[in-house]
């Protein structure tokens, strides 16, 4: 894929995604049109060399993976992994709330997301409902609103003349969203959602709404930006660029090593859930394609997994924030993420074969270490080594405003990582 087409193709996949189940959703499309077939963790499984599958969990984590010629046992897989989840406004259970006369949405604040940005925008609502249908079943159904249904307005300059020197936001009192005045019609969000349901899903007449997960996401939708377009602005950027490249890499990969993707939930707040890096999911998975622990055990020993999350790229305006040797560059190539404190799982061994992979690729390498007196981020890939005992690179694209409403990059450096990424399948594994 050229890389005019990459990113045309991404920009759909990150539109496509206001919230994880939405990313997955997209994801699964991509592998089914690339003749993926789909397993179920409830049911047996009959793998074949050369087979293509895929599965997910909780509709917001996903695994594929490519067979290939020779047993996991003997050459291990080449893996890489990426989080499905963005900070964002989460609706609360029971969220309606009426203030001086307007009906407002409570918000819980999901990840460190950087809140400012978040006034003053057209917020649309997207996420899974869960309802009890007409027999007495219980089924989900994704919902995605692209309206202007909801607005955080900022406080006028005038009522707030210190709001440019030090503001600060109240998580609670001060991020409810506006959705409606109050006009002596009670607004109940269930009542609304399920209305706005049946309206594209007429076979759910006499269904009820039994609980939902929703986010509140920026209308404006993706773009190249910049005098000559070279930039990508967006949301979810971190880490859903890395979620479209890692499916990109596996499904125009046509090697015959074992590989395989893994795009986890729950990464901005900690991995620990089912869906989650600090779950089970991987593992079982894992072990059911080896098919015994010892196979399983071999496998781990000759795989490498590459973890691709978002790297800080410098800031012309902030320079000083940066290690003025590890600072890299929008659109000068992916990045190799260091921290000897195991925030970040790249080890010398594994650095050297990912600079491998880059060299056959002719991608550019970049490499990012934090100051020493700023902390630093972590990833899945130090969690999932860990859980696995698997080797672990840590890389990512440079980008900036992560955890922002809209984040950017270069439009040049997803198609290299992929680039990478697909050079890496063919390699065999460090030392």
Not at 27 to 40: S, V
Not at 73 to 88: E, K, N, Q, W, Y
Request: charged residues 20%.
């Amino acid at each position: 894929m050229n890389p005019t087409d990459f990113n045309d193709a991404l920009l759909r996949y990150l539109d496509a995604s206001p919230t994880p189940f939405h990313a997955v959703r997209a994801g699964t499309r991509l592998l089914e049109d690339a003749g993926f077939a789909a397993l179920d963790e409830r049911e047996p499984w009959t793998l074949v060399p050369g087979g293509r599958y895929y599965l997910t969990r909780n509709g917001s984590s996903l695994i594929a993976f490519v067979l290939g010629s020779s047993p996991v046992a003997t050459t291990g897989l080449r893996m890489v992994g990426a989080h499905t989840d963005s900070p964002c406004l989460r609706i609360k259970p029971q969220p309606e709330i009426v203030t001086k006369g307007y009906t407002q949405l409570g918000v819980e604040v999901y990840g460190g997301a950087l809140l400012n940005p978040w006034f003053d925008r057209d917020l649309g609502l997207a996420g899974r409902l869960t309802l009890r249908l007409a027999d007495g079943r219980i089924d989900s159904y994704l919902v995605d609103i692209r309206e202007p249904v909801a607005v955080i307005p900022s406080l006028a300059i005038h009522l707030d003349r210190e709001a440019n020197d030090k503001r600060s936001i109240n998580k609670q009192t001060q991020l409810p969203a506006i959705v409606a005045r109050a006009l002596g019609t009670e607004f109940n969000l269930r009542d609304e959602l399920l209305a706005r349901l049946l309206s594209f899903e007429p076979g759910l007449e006499g269904a009820s709404l039994l609980d939902h997960e929703l986010s509140l996401f920026d209308l404006q939708p993706p773009a190249l930006v910049g005098w000559r377009g070279e930039f990508i602005a967006s949301a979810r950027l971190d880490n859903l660029l890395s979620c479209y490249t890692a499916l990109a890499a596996l499904i125009d990969s046509h090697c015959q090593s074992n590989r395989l993707i893994v795009l986890n939930d729950h990464e901005e707040v900690g991995s620990g859930s089912a869906a989650g890096a600090r779950g089970s999911f991987l593992r079982s998975v894992l072990e059911r394609v080896a098919g015994s622990h010892e196979a399983y055990a071999r496998a781990m020993a000759h795989s490498v997994l590459i973890s691709t999350d978002n790297a800080h790229g410098v800031h012309p305006n902030f320079a000083d924030r940066h290690d003025p040797q590890h600072s890299p560059l929008l659109n000068a190539g992916p990045v190799l993420k260091i921290n000897h404190n195991q925030s970040y799982a790249t080890n010398s061994e594994t650095a050297a074969w990912f600079r491998e992979a880059c060299r056959r690729a002719e991608v550019p390498l970049q490499q990012f270490v934090t100051r020493g007196d700023i902390g630093c981020g972590s990833t899945i890939g130090p969690i999932t080594a860990a859980q696995l005992g698997v080797r672990t690179v840590d890389v990512g694209v440079p980008t900036f405003a992560m955890h922002s409403i809209r984040e950017l990059a270069g439009k040049d450096d997803a198609a290299a990582l992929a680039r990478a990424l697909g050079a890496s399948f063919t390699l065999a594994g460090p030392l």
